[in-house]
């Protein structure tokens, strides 16, 4: 198969042409590999041009280094295989044909080869084992065409084999599953009866690449699908959930939120029982700060029952988070998501987050003595004051009421001591 040139044409920069001279010049074939020739298929820009090459990384740097083309070395790469070519803003990654020696589940020894075939068959799915030549011939060996044209995931060669030399295949394969399928559930049975016996060998991969995998499978299409299937073939445990997830509570969120924007991580929350579950989860997955809090908020507050205050005081919660407003709105927009609120939701949405106009000094300057604790306590009651009155109240309407507000909080205070 040949593709036209108005159909692959557009990745020839200035500064790829002058690469691939270097390679004729040198007598080194190279082709563009992976997920670029995939999404060209698919009639899609890449975003990343991935290049497959016979020559051997000391060789490409050498070359380079003839061309007078700088290379940039990244970590590992080099020894790996790869070599990263940043020139004038193009990025290029040119990989020497390899094929797997051992591998542990987890990583690979590798040793170079010149054959195309040996290749393409340490890949993980028939549709990312493609090449394309530059004069716009497909180099096909599992038939990784005919399954894209159907949207069908398979593994090249045997599923058991595939998942055995790297275990987060098992995840890989059901991102691309929801990226390129045409339904829910039409998986090979073979291949979810190879996951079933393998997955628990993701219980060896790191939890960055679990959680980097998790997140692009939630949010692409039939992200909660995908969630149950995986749940079904018990990887549970092995992925850091519970060994009983809460499938009662992620069925009524996400049949409920239909249409509603919900972030991966607010997906993911259903399915834990409690706030340990949530501590347990972000050992195993290392979230990033914002994912990690979220969540521990959409399980904090995710049982409150809506009263006519809710907005106000949901709004009192985003003016406290004076240096971090946006995020506390966007926790709340998720709350609002996760319990189908969706006339706060659109109200929250269209409030802008103001700052509250009085300060700490503005008190004590006003006479009033008091300790930290009781300073904030106070400052607290003046900005309900303010959300009662839709935030319209100034700074001296405020100076007024900081009398009432003392006087409700020792009232408070002295009801508390009788109650003891």
């Given amino acids: 198969m040949k593709l036209e040139s108005s159909q692959y044409g557009f990745i020839f920069s200035p500064q790829l042409t002058k690469i691939l001279k270097v390679f004729d010049k040198y007598k080194y074939e190279i082709r563009l590999c992976g997920g670029a020739v995939r999404d060209i298929l698919l009639g899609k820009t890449p975003y990343v041009l991935d290049f497959a090459t016979t020559a051997t990384p000391d060789e490409i740097v050498e070359m380079m280094k003839n061309e007078n083309i700088e290379i940039v070395n990244k970590g590992d ?49 028939t549709v990312n084992s493609m090449f394309l030549g530059m004069d716009g011939t497909i180099y096909d060996y599992f038939n990784g065409y005919e399954d894209l044209k159907k949207r069908q995931i398979r593994f090249v060669g045997d599923a058991k084999l ?40 993701l219980q060896f991969i790191s ?15 039939y992200g909660p699908d995908i969630m149950k299937t995986i749940l079904n073939l018990g990887l549970s445990s092995y992925i850091g959930l519970p060994d009983q997830p809460n499938i009662d509570e992620f069925d009524k969120v996400i049949n409920r939120s239909k249409g509603l924007k919900l972030k991966p991580i607010t997906m993911l929350t ?20 914002f994912d990690r809090d979220l969540g521990l908020f959409l399980i904090e507050c995710r049982d409150e029952k809506s009263t006519p205050d809710t907005i106000k005081m ?10 971090r407003q946006s995020v506390m709105k966007t926790y709340i927009e998720q709350l609002f998501m996760y319990n189908n609120e969706r006339t706060m939701l659109e109200e929250i ?43 319209q109240t100034d700074i001296e309407e405020l100076l007024n009421l900081t009398p009432k507000a ?5 009232c408070s205070f002295k009801k508390s001591q009788m109650d003891r």
């Fill in 349 to 391: 949405k269209k409030w802008t987050p103001i700052k509250f106009p009085f300060t700490e000094n503005m008190l004590k300057n006003h006479g009033v003595t008091a300790d930290g604790k009781k300073i904030g306590m106070i400052l607290n009651k003046l900005i309900e004051y303010w959300a009662d009155d839709d935030f």
């Fill in 314 to 323: 949901n709004k009192i919660k985003i003016i406290h988070n004076s240096t």
């Fill in 77 to 125: 790469l080099l020894k790996h295989g790869t070599v990263f070519i940043c020139m004038n803003g193009v990025n290029l990654t040119l990989s020497t044909l390899r094929i797997d020696v051992v591998t542990d589940g987890k990583h690979a020894d590798v040793e170079y080869t010149k054959d195309w075939l040996l290749d393409a068959g340490r890949r993980d799915l």
């Fill in 162 to 201: 595939r998942i055995t030399e790297d275990y987060l295949r098992i995840l890989r394969y059901f991102r691309f599953y929801g990226r390129l399928a045409t339904a829910p559930n039409l998986h090979d049975e073979y291949i979810l009866q190879a996951i079933r016996e393998k997955g628990s060998g």
């Fill in 207 to 221: 939890g960055e690449q679990i959680w980097s995998e998790l997140h692009k499978i939630l949010e692409g299409n």
């Fill in 406 to 410: 003392v006087n409700e909080l020792c």
């Fill in 270 to 289: 259903p399915l834990l029982n409690d706030a340990e579950d949530m501590i347990e989860l972000n050992i195993r997955l290392m979230f990033r700060t």
